[in-house]
Nanobody, 123 residues
Framework: HAQLVESGGGSVQAGGTLRLSCTAS????????MAWFRRIAGSGRQGVAR???????DYAESVTGRFTVSRDDAKNTLYLQMNALKSEDTAMYFC?????????????????WGQGTQVTVSS
């Protein structure tokens, strides 16, 4: 069955960088929209970045210009490059497989989720 495993989280100082990875097994991640969400303690999941099967990308306003989502089809892996990190980026980050080729920000439009990887940014 389809499985997603994230890695790459950690603790960094404000202004630093991290790259998250999400490796898929059991299916080809290029067959569906893929997205990154995050959950800040006490809040619901917030869409961060997404990439459709036709490679169109979209970002939350709060991360535009700092984060980049990409996909390596040969490695069946999704990435999130995070630059110029801020303390407000501190959250648990999840990758998710969408139901459709195109993407939405609605978590209910996603079939499966990884276990999450924690990102902590200190100021």
């Amino acid at each position: 069955h389809a499985q997603l495993v994230e890695s790459g989280g950690g603790s960094v100082q404000a202004g630093g960088t991290l790259r998250l990875s999400c490796t898929a097994s059991g299916y080809s991640l290029r067959s569906n929209c893929m997205a990154w969400f995050r959950r800040i303690a006490g809040s619901g999941r917030q869409g961060v970045a997404r990439i459709a099967t036709f490679s169109k990308t979209d970002y939350a306003e709060s991360v535009t210009g700092r984060f980049t989502v990409s996909r390596d089809d040969a490695k069946n892996t999704l990435y999130l490059q995070m630059n110029a990190l801020k303390s407000e980026d501190t959250a648990m980050y999840f990758c998710a497989r969408g139901k459709y080729a195109g993407c939405t920000w609605n978590p209910e439009d996603y079939l499966s989720w990884g276990q999450g990887t924690q990102v902590t940014v200190s100021s």
